[in-house]
């Protein structure tokens, strides 16, 4: 079998993040005030190093309240809850929104069907930001879920929408149980394209390879669902943040032939191509 590396069609930076890291980077250098992001603008420790690098610093929302006027703020891909729209204001920062299109257009849809009487139900991870924020936007009155098991009461009137990195089988599962129970309920499967698109590729690749790479950030919640999906196909599967945590025993005590690579929308081009470049030489092609 000749040996090979595949990279699956769909991986990396998606339109968002790019967006995000642009959107900073254009502040920093054409303001002259200091530039803070809400949080790490995106779950990349070479990434977020590089940005500093650039003063381009994170900090909490803890340290909110210690903005001026002579700084700016970032909002994130992630998005925030309007309580945080809010108390950026009052610090007389200017405050820059990066938040994702995508994501803006969830928090809208929250805030409309909220209005309108609905019980919102977000598909996803209580405790990521994304989730989080979108919250905000119904005042904090989402049921989240994962899978439909903890939806209790539920009224007649439901909306349902997902966190953009969510897997579609937890999405329809949920729409499938709220279906049987409430009369009428509106559906929007936000999952992005990116998402979908980068999960499917990664399915796609790992099916052929004897070793698959999954590059992405520890805390990224769309890598992490990458090598899920990966591990249920290809048994040498592994997920690294970059090139330095890639050794040659794997190649070797396997006798890896083929390897795939894939990457998670918070990585960025440059990063993959040190992981291809190591993995060449691993296999010595
Ligand atoms: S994954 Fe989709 S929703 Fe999330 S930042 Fe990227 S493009 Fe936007």
């Given at each position: 079998?000749?040996?090979?590396?595949?990279?699956?069609?769909?991986?990396?930076?998606?339109?968002?993040?790019?967006?995000?890291?642009?959107?900073?980077?254009?502040?920093?250098t054409s303001d002259q005030s200091n530039t803070y992001t809400l949080g790490p603008l995106i779950h990349n420790n070479d990434v977020i190093n590089r940005l500093k690098e650039q003063n381009i610093l994170p900090i909490t929302e803890a340290q909110l309240g210690e903005l001026g006027s002579k700084d700016s703020i970032v909002i994130r891909s992630h998005g925030v809850a309007p309580d945080i729209w809010e108390q950026i204001e009052k610090t007389g920062a200017q405050l820059v929104d990066a938040t994702c299109p995508y994501v803006s257009s969830i928090q809208k849809k929250v805030r409309k069907y909220r209005d309108l009487g609905y019980q919102i139900i977000i598909v996803g991870d209580a405790k990521h930001p994304e989730v989080i924020g979108i919250n905000g936007w119904c005042d904090n009155s989402a049921i989240i879920t994962k899978d439909g098991s903890n939806l209790g009461e539920l009224p007649s009137k439901v909306c349902i929408v997902s966190q953009t990195t969510e897997r579609l089988a937890n999405y329809d599962k949920v729409v499938e149980i709220v279906s049987r129970r409430c009369e009428d309920v509106q559906t929007f499967n936000t999952i992005c394209k990116a998402t979908s698109d980068r999960q499917s590729s990664a399915d796609e690749v790992s099916k052929k390879v004897d070793l698959m790479i999954v590059i992405g950030g520890k805390n990224s919640s769309n890598s992490k669902k990458l090598y899920d999906i990966c591990s249920k196909n290809c048994k040498n599967s592994i997920f690294i943040e970059n090139s330095k945590e890639l050794s040659a025993d794997i190649f070797h005590e396997n006798k890896i032939e083929k390897v795939g690579i894939t990457a998670g929308a918070s990585t960025p081009d440059w990063v993959i191509e040190d992981?291809?470049?190591?993995?060449?030489?691993?296999l010595a092609i």
């Open positions: 079998m000749a040996k090979e590396i595949i990279i699956a069609d769909h991986a990396g930076f998606c339109f968002g993040v790019k967006r995000a890291v642009e959107i900073a980077v254009n502040q920093q992981v291809v470049k190591k993995s060449r030489e691993f």
